[in-house]
């Protein structure tokens, strides 16, 4: 079991992990707000079951909303669910969710302590990108959703998260790692975790921008 663990680590290129002390930096004060928080994000969540805005519903095994706590500093923005996610009605499930549970992991967290969620709530049919008419009509989950849990930063995955949250026209291999801002929240950008199983040399820039936010995150 310790073994498996340190072995993902360094299959994520860490060879040191912060000690366990740095957790409740990530985590809200405690209880504040979180009854309110807990129980607008479930009403987000029918409301999303509700959604006919387009058509991905048709297609759906369940709509995915989130997973994590709504009290996290931390939120994690990924694409849309593919087919682990479909079927299991949770985010970042599959292998990429496996390796975002080890980057998260690397930063001295635990995956519960933080948020993550993807700019679309239903799978797209065979994993195409997202089209712009979909993102535009999921947008205001994901708005809710950030204003709700109100994190201290945002770290979206890959370029389709980026380009919805910061615009079509910036280059996640340009701008990630750099500190942006999204509905008054910082948004740091990284490389998609599937991206990094398919480029394994890749990792070591996404560990630097998650340096990044783990180090804005223990500005505050
Ligand atoms: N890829 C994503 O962008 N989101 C998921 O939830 C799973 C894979």
Do not use: Q
């Given at each position: 079991m310790v073994k498996q663990h340190v072995e993902g680590l360094l299959a994520f290129g860490v060879t040191h992990v912060p000690s366990a002390a740095a957790s409740p930096a990530v985590l809200g004060r405690a209880g504040q707000g979180r009854d309110a928080k807990t129980e607008r994000l479930a009403r987000l969540a029918e409301e999303v079951e509700r959604?006919?805005?387009?058509?991905?519903?048709?297609?759906?095994?369940h709509a995915v909303v989130s997973d994590g706590t709504p009290q996290a500093r931390l939120m994690f923005v990924g694409e849309a669910p593919g087919r682990d996610e479909d079927l299991q009605g949770k985010p970042f499930v599959g292998a990429a969710g496996q390796l975002l549970t080890k980057m998260i992991v690397a930063m001295g967290l635990r995956r519960d302590a933080?948020?993550?969620?993807?700019?679309?709530?239903?799978?797209?049919?065979?994993?195409?990108?997202?089209?712009?008419?979909?993102v535009e009509?999921?947008?205001p989950f994901l708005d809710t959703q950030i204003d709700v849990v109100a994190p201290q930063v945002i770290c979206t995955l890959g370029a389709v998260a980026t380009k919805a949250l910061l615009g079509p026209y910036v280059s996640?291999?340009?701008?990630?790692?750099?500190?942006?801002?999204?509905?008054g929240v910082r948004l740091v950008p990284t490389f998609h975790p599937a991206y990094l199983l398919r480029n394994p040399p890749a990792k070591k820039f996404a560990w630097a921008d998650l340096k990044k936010v783990k180090q804005l995150l223990e500005e505050q």
């Open positions: 959604c006919r805005r387009c058509p991905l519903y048709r297609t759906r095994t933080v948020y993550i969620c993807n700019v679309l709530k239903d799978r797209p049919p065979n994993n195409r990108t997202p089209l712009p008419e979909e009509a999921c947008r996640i291999t340009k701008i990630r790692g750099e500190v942006r801002e999204y509905r």
